[in-house]
Structures are given as structure tokens and as C-alpha cells.
């Protein structure tokens, strides 16, 4: 992979290192590791690149062959939330290695060489982080681990050893520390004993869901306090109250199993998502139209004018292909 002198400077151990702090953080990223390698191919089995939503990476896999394609198909695989295993060689070989069930990518850059690279994504678990000390918030933080998401129990009112599982609970509303994002639910469960200040700690994230458990009389005083210290309505909009499906007058445990099904329910459709991969490319990008591989023109090396434009190639017997007979690529 064509990488710069700052990706050139971090070795395999860093990648490791650098994925473990993202990991902590609940940052999405997807690892790309050669898996298997036929010389002259430039990248050796265990090199590994570490590469973000936005398209920009760190640490370095192999030749210029190889860079945008694998961002490229590492930013699809974190949207999909899927590994995918990409085979990048000759043209003659591409159908076989298809119908092994592997993505496969053009690389005839006066080389034999081939390459496979696995590429995962590594994408935060659900992440429920419940504010109160009840009966209820015990309950929801139980299913909330039953159910394999992670979650931070916050009590501000309380002790972290009175409650079931200790380990899990805060006693700050500082919620930055339990680095809250879009694939966080905040659900207050304080029974009116701070739920104005757990609303205002929430509304300071990027929450993807803040739900407060109360009734519909409490809940609208409460929105309506917070109108009064000039919480604008876009801000409280955000605000989920009553939280949970309606199931009528229950108990602790029933509204818990309400308020976990109503955010498995938004997850299944789309909300609480783990990662946002832009739309668009994190650079422009061209085919070679000599070979099709992908091509960076901000990159590139090898380039021609040809009828007023700047054709981009990957290699330069790809650019001597073109420049000996223009004519026979123009219409790719």
C-alpha cells in the first residue's frame, strides 16, 4: 500500500498498540493484514494497515497496487460490520478466487505478485449506559449485559459497592469519560431524584438515544424546567420520555424488559449505529485505464497528458501501455 513517511514509521506492534487504544475509546476502525503472499508482491504475510471511516490509515501492507482498494473495501466492510478477505492478483485469476467467495481485485502492474488480505472491522458493542439508583436501573443493566452489550451503570446519588455489580458504576455524571457516542443509549432511571441534571449531562453528547423512565406528568415538568434554563426544543427533541415500548402499568423488571426491546428494536432498524462511514471516497479517485486498478490521483506517480486531461496510472508499464497506444484504453 502506497503510504506516507509518517505510515511508513509505524511498525506492526504500533498498529497493534494504536487498535487496542481505539478499542478502549469505542472508536471504529477495521484492520487489514496480508494473510498470504506470492513474490514479487511487495506486501509480506502479517503486515497490517489500520484504517478509519474517514479513509485514512496507519501503518503500511504492501505496494502502490494495493492502497486505495483495500481503504476502500476496509470502509465498505465497516459499514457492513463484516470481514471480507480480498484477492488482489492477475486478471486470469480473479473468477476462481471469486468463486472461492473472496473479493477480488485486478493487480497486473508488471508484476506477478499476488496478494490475500483479511480485512475485519472492529466496530464498539451496543453500549447502555443507565444514570439512577433503582431497582429498575439494576434491572436494565442486567439485561442490558445479558444481552451482550456493554454498560456503565451511573449513580450520583449513591455508592458504587451498594449496587449488584460495583465494577460497573460511576459515581459522576461525567459521561465524556464513558466516552458516550452514537452507539450509546442513555436512559435515566434517578425516580426524580436528579433527572433535570442526568437529561442536561446526556444532551452534552452525541448520544444515538437519551430516554428518561417516568411517567408523562413528571416527564413533561421535567422538559419543562429545562425550557426555562434555555434548552432550546431541537436539544430536548432528543429526549425519549416516557422511555420504552407502552406496556401498560408494570412493575421495575417488566419496564426494564420495555425500555431494552424499545432500543433492540432502533438498533435492528438502523439507530444506535456503531460507525458512520462517509459517503464519498476520502480522496478522488480514478481507474488506471490500462489495468482498472484504482488509482489515487493525488498519489499517483505516473501520469499522461492526453486531449487536455491528466490520466493517472499505477505503474509505469501500465503508463508506457497507454502512452504506445492511447487509443486502444480511451473507452475504459
Not at 502492474?109 to 444514570?131: K, M, T, Y
Not at 434554563?229 to 436539544?235: G, K, Y
Request: hydrophobic letters at 45%; proline letters at 7%.
Amino acid at each position: 500500500m502506497a503510504a506516507t513517511a509518517d505510515q511508513l514509521a509505524v511498525t506492526d506492534v504500533d498498529v497493534l498498540a494504536r487498535a487496542a487504544e481505539l478499542a478502549a475509546a469505542r472508536q471504529p476502525f477495521a484492520i487489514a493484514t496480508v494473510v498470504w503472499r506470492r513474490p514479487p508482491a511487495s506486501g509480506h504475510v502479517g503486515s497490517r494497515v489500520l484504517i478509519h471511516p474517514d479513509g485514512s490509515a496507519e501503518g503500511w501492507l504492501g505496494g502502490a497496487c494495493a492502497g486505495p482498494t483495500v481503504v476502500d473495501e476496509a470502509r465498505a466492510a465497516m459499514q457492513a460490520g463484516e470481514p471480507r478477505l480480498l484477492f488482489l492478483g492477475g486478471t486470469d485469476e480473479l473468477v476462481a478466487r471469486a468463486q472461492q467467495g473472496m473479493v477480488t481485485v485486478p493487480m497486473a502492474c508488471d508484476s506477478e505478485g499476488a496478494l490475500e488480505v483479511f480485512v475485519e472491522p472492529v466496530l464498539p458493542s451496543p453500549h447502555l449506559v443507565v444514570i439512577g439508583r433503582s431497582p429498575g436501573a439494576e434491572a436494565m443493566a442486567a439485561i442490558g449485559l445479558a444481552v451482550g452489550w456493554t454498560v456503565d451503570v451511573v449513580d450520583d446519588g449513591g455508592r458504587a459497592d451498594d449496587h449488584a455489580r460495583p465494577e460497573l458504576v460511576s459515581t459522576t455524571l461525567d459521561l465524556d469519560a464513558l466516552h458516550v457516542g452514537p452507539a450509546s443509549a442513555v436512559v435515566i432511571a434517578t425516580q426524580g431524584h436528579y433527572d433535570d441534571l442526568a437529561v442536561e449531562a446526556a444532551l452534552a453528547t452525541d448520544a444515538g438515544y437519551i430516554g428518561l423512565v417516568a411517567s408523562e406528568k413528571r416527564a413533561a415538568s421535567m422538559l419543562e424546567m429545562l425550557r426555562g434554563r434555555n434548552i432550546d426544543e431541537t436539544a430536548l427533541s432528543r429526549v425519549v420520555a416516557p422511555a420504552g415500548l407502552d406496556l401498560g402499568p408494570v412493575g421495575n423488571a417488566e419496564i426494564a424488559v420495555a425500555v431494552l426491546a424499545d432500543l433492540v428494536r432502533r438498533r435492528a432498524h438502523g439507530q444506535l449505529s456503531a460507525v458512520t462511514v462517509p459517503s464519498t471516497p476520502p480522496a478522488a479517485r480514478t481507474l488506471d485505464p490500462v489495468c482498472t486498478m484504482v488509482v489515487d490521483p493525488a498519489a499517483s506517480k505516473y501520469r499522461s497528458d492526453h486531449a487536455g486531461a491528466t490520466v493517472h496510472f499505477c505503474a509505469p508499464g501500465c503508463k508506457a501501455a497507454f502512452d504506445a497506444e492511447p487509443s486502444r484504453y480511451l473507452d475504459l
